[in-house]
């Protein structure tokens, strides 16, 4: 049974299965963890948003500590048990990577225990939760073990690149309604996957791992990407 849940914007049903199902459909074989991207929004400390701005959280959450998140569609969790989201720092929670590449550093996997429901509407549910684990995308690998598995497919237009540090960030969108990326890490002459995300119209997931790839791979990646 989900305490959170929302009526699907486009199928209409009160308690869409849909992307629940999704969730796990989605996930990759090489994948440890599952979880909810941009519909999660982090509020910043002593704020509760009102139902049309977000005041995001500035700074990385810390392990231990409470914060506060808004959820949106296609969200679903349980009260009982724990989940993941990612923490995107303000302007690439709004505007993505592309344009803020350097906040892939900033960025956070993590692990949360919802603590109580504070407030919701149609659209919206804010929660308390305890950060059980946050954890940097360049760590993920030392994180998870190595998985095989094969690598989810993606749209080949509105195709970009960004590298940063040991990350390269791959995106592709099909008119922006359905989204694909991955994140990928250099690691000395070899190459792992450690995030894929996808977005669409009951999906707003992210998948996180350690997935190395063979030098004809990312040679195919690449190439689409150029």
């Keep these: 049974m989900h305490d959170i849940k929302f009526q699907c914007k486009d199928c209409n049903e009160k308690d869409c299965t849909k992307s629940e ?56 969790a349980s009260l ?7 923490f995107r720092p303000w302007d690439s929670a709004v505007n993505g990577w592309e344009d803020f590449p350097h906040e892939l550093e900033f960025a956070r ?24 684990e946050s954890m940097e995308f360049s760590k993920i690998s030392d994180r998870f073990a190595k998985c095989s598995g094969p690598i989810q497919p993606y749209p080949t237009q509105r195709m970009s690149r960004i590298d940063w540090n040991d990350l390269i960030y791959f995106n592709a969108n099909l008119e922006g309604d359905v989204t694909a990326w ?28 350690n997935r190395p790839l063979s030098a004809e791979e990312f040679k195919c990646l690449e190439k689409d990407f150029l």
């Design 109 to 132: 996997v993590v692990k949360c225990k919802p603590v109580e429901i504070i407030k919701k509407n149609a659209k919206s549910y804010w929660v308390v939760i305890e950060v059980l």
């Design 21 to 76: 199902a999704n969730l796990l459909r989605y996930k990759p074989s090489w994948a440890s963890v599952a979880g909810y991207d941009v519909c999660v929004a982090w509020i910043g400390e002593g704020a509760v948003s009102n139902d049309k701005s977000v005041m995001r959280m500035s700074e990385p959450p810390v392990d231990g500590k409470n914060c506060t998140l808004q959820v949106n569609h296609p969200f679903k």
């Design 80 to 86: 009982r048990d724990p989940f993941w989201v990612l």
């Design 182 to 209: 991955f994140i990928c890490q250099k690691q000395g002459k070899q190459m792992a996957m450690l995030l894929y995300g996808t977005s669409g119209w009951h999906e707003d997931f992210f998948f996180a791992g």
